[in-house]
């Protein structure tokens, strides 16, 4: 079946825009996940979902930052106002969820950000 | 101690040799952990999933000793296709399914 899928694959942006990023997870995967990963560094976790609610933002580097999924599917990362240090990779993940041997997270390819 | 640590990279072996990645977490609750795969700039993708004392897939074993709460990775047999980065993956203390990532061990098999 079909994988995670997330658009734009890259997106350059000047300094102080908006940008939105987009997630669509496996179908069926009640978890989603949003974490950056920049140059030659390790994950870094931002946002979980769980369905449509989000019981842990505490990866949220600072207010610029938001995300939300409706309908339990389809979840949008916008960064208001973006700085340079938000270049990076924003890689999104699912999984089914419900338990520890349900929890194996399938990434999507990523979009890369360059931040101008 | 931090979440999840591992072995720094990176790690150089010729074709056919055997090596080991080490892995130490710090929430003994755990009871689920997982080896990811990362090539260079593409996202990781799951290798093993380890729930009990140790998995075996091919020339890839997984072990888990909970007493010292550490896990490893043995490859045997490298290939220049597994040269990439292993990501040791455990479950989050604080739960929601939430998973902490260690920072990878870089593998390059060569000729």
């Known amino acids: 079946g079909a994988g995670v899928s997330q658009s734009p694959s890259n997106k350059v942006t000047e300094k102080g825009k908006d940008v939105e990023l987009r997630c669509d997870p496996i179908s069926g995967h009640t978890a989603l996940y949003w974490y950056r990963q920049s140059l030659g560094q390790g994950l870094e976790f931002l946002i979980y979902f769980q369905g449509n609610s989000a019981p842990d933002k505490s990866g949220l580097p600072s207010d610029r930052f938001s995300a939300e999924r409706t309908g339990g599917s389809v979840s949008t990362l916008t960064i208001q106002r973006t700085q340079q240090e938000d270049s990076a990779v924003y890689l999104c993940?699912?999984?089914?969820?419900?338990?520890?041997?349900?929890?194996?997270?399938?990434f999507g390819p990523g979009t890369r950000l360059t931040v101008l | 101690r931090k979440e999840v640590e591992q072995d720094p990279g990176p790690f150089n072996v010729p074709e056919g040799a055997t090596v080991a990645f080490n892995c130490t977490y710090s929430?003994?609750?755990?009871?689920?952990f997982f080896w990811y795969r990362q090539d260079c700039r593409k996202e990781p993708k799951l290798l093993m999933s380890v729930y009990s004392s140790g998995n075996e897939d091919g020339r890839f074993t997984a072990q888990l000793n909970r007493a010292s709460q550490y896990i490893s990775l043995l490859i045997r047999d490298s290939k220049l296709s597994d040269s990439a980065t292993y990501l040791c993956v455990v479950p989050s203390p604080g739960g929601y399914n939430k998973l902490i990532f260690g920072a990878g061990t870089r593998l390059a098999v060569h000729p």
């Open positions: 993940a699912s999984s089914k969820s419900g338990g520890a041997q349900g929890n194996e997270q399938f």
């Open positions: 929430n003994s609750a755990s009871q689920s």
